[in-house]
């Protein structure tokens, strides 16, 4: 009879403990929405329109934290934190948040001790360091323990990629789901991913624009049926892809995934393209979502003339260009010390960082200028009239011997030492492009 009384009474204390939590719990939800009303009446009304707001998701539900959180402090009575992360996402959205959390965007942050970042800190400075390769790419943010809301000013605001957060979490759910309103069809349009996917070393924004499917997309967007719970290719919508479309969103036979990389096989970001992991079977991933719109001809023709051009890129420009700086290197000829204080090195990281890139890409996306005039020209107007003119002022015997060698002896650099009219001849009967048949059966 003891022990019934006793469970009876932890039960009752139980649940009159719950239900003073929830009353607290709502006496601040209730605060923060008085007071950001009145206070900043945008975010607030970003969050009483969005689906949060809708299903009565609460700014204490993203924002409390727990004693003894690095990024905890109190504020108005409640303890909270400015920083909601992946990890504080992942109480709703576990699946996605693993998925962010284990994708090539969670590794972004990593830049902080890449080349991209040195050279930002060295030839510019601190400060662009953080407004601009950090911004999109993430920062380490620190906790200031005199901060108001204990965050170093450095390294906050911050909403990038890849961002380190105090938590151990990585990443930022609001790179793409911006706050306060976290649209799902603002996600889901190409002007999202345009923040960071643009410029001169990876101008993804202007090649899908320059491609079909972004005219596509232009003028239909009034027709994509953004706001749709269901948004699958073919079924929900069929004008255009955007890069959620190819990229993450559902298909008939695919379901939504925030792991970016699982539709892409070539890397094009270092200075050799190399294929991913399971390279195939994230093609048949991508060639799934092109099957919707396109006959299996069409895409398997882009493919091979992907595949080709990447590999033009490689076994042309990028491996001799690479052997010829490590060559430079080795012979210690080079005036300055400190990388990037040096023209060739310059000249060979804009090669395959800038150039180089814009073509791959190009070719990926269907994006033709980009391909030839922004990519593969530029290559081959600095590698030959650039890049080798400066390593032959250096005059060693080494380096003039490999320059030699690659221009008289390979088949797709003789045409240096050949007639205009021979050439045309040779490109009109089909000569030249037997040069390059191997590229095409890699």
């Known amino acids: 009879m003891k022990k019934l009384i006793f469970s009876i009474f932890l039960s009752v204390l139980f649940l009159t403990s719950a239900v003073h939590a929830a009353a607290d719990a709502a006496a601040v939800e209730g605060k923060c929405m008085t007071c950001h009303k009145e206070k900043t009446p945008g975010l607030y009304r970003q969050w009483y329109h969005s689906e949060h707001g809708k299903h009565n998701v609460s700014c204490y539900d993203c924002h409390a934290a727990q004693k003894g959180d690095a990024d905890a402090y109190l504020h108005e009575g409640a303890l909270i934190a400015t920083l909601v992360t992946p990890k504080d996402c992942s109480s709703c959205h576990p699946k996605e948040a693993r998925e962010t959390m284990e994708s090539h965007h969670a590794t972004a942050g990593k830049i902080l001790a890449s080349n991209d970042a040195y050279l930002a800190h060295v030839a510019g400075g601190a400060p662009v360091a ?9 920062a380490d943010v ?13 390294s ?15 990443g930022s759910c609001n790179a793409c789901h911006t706050r306060h309103s ?14 960071c996917h643009l410029g001169p070393d990876h101008p993804q924004k202007e090649i899908y624009e320059e491609s079909k499917h972004g005219i596509m997309y232009y003028t239909n967007v009034d027709k994509m049926n953004l706001d749709s719970d269901s948004w ?4 929900d919508y069929f004008e255009a892809p ?8 559902a298909t008939p036979k695919q379901k ?28 048949e991933n991508m060639k799934d979502v092109c099957s919707n719109c396109h006959e299996d001809r069409f895409v398997s023709g882009h493919y ?15 491996k001799p260009a690479t052997d010829l700086m490590n060559l430079v290197r080795s012979r210690g000829v080079m005036k300055n010390k400190a990388s990037f204080s040096n023209d060739i090195e310059w000249t060979y990281w804009e090669i395959w960082h800038h150039e180089g890139r814009r073509a791959r890409h190009g070719a990926a996306m269907m994006g033709p200028d980009y391909t030839w005039w922004h990519g593969i020209y530029e290559v081959a107007k600095h590698f030959y009239f650039k890049m080798i003119p400066e390593a032959l002022e250096y005059n060693d015997p080494e380096i003039n011997a490999w320059v030699e060698q690659l221009l008289s002896d390979h088949e797709m650099h003789d045409w240096l030492n050949r007639e205009t009219a021979e050439l045309k001849n040779a490109i009109n009967s089909g000569e030249l492009q037997l040069n390059y048949k191997s590229l095409f059966e890699q």
């Open 130 to 138: 953080i407004t601009g390769c950090e911004s999109c790419h993430g």
């Open 142 to 154: 620190k906790i200031d323990p005199s901060s108001p809301n204990r965050l170093a000013a450095a």
């Open 156 to 170: 906050w605001p911050n909403s990038g990629i890849g961002r380190i957060n105090p938590d151990g979490s990585l």
């Open 182 to 195: 976290f649209s799902k069809a603002q996600a889901r349009q190409p002007e999202t991913c345009g923040k």
């Open 232 to 235: 699958v290719v073919g079924v």
């Open 242 to 249: 955007t890069c959620a479309t190819c990229h993450m969103s």
């Open 256 to 283: 939504v995934t925030h792991d970016v990389g699982m539709r892409i096989s070539w890397t094009l970001r270092p200075p050799v393209s190399k294929k991913l992991e399971n390279a195939d079977q994230r093609r």
């Open 304 to 318: 091979y003339q992907y595949d080709a051009t990447v590999n033009l890129y490689n076994e042309k420009f990028a």
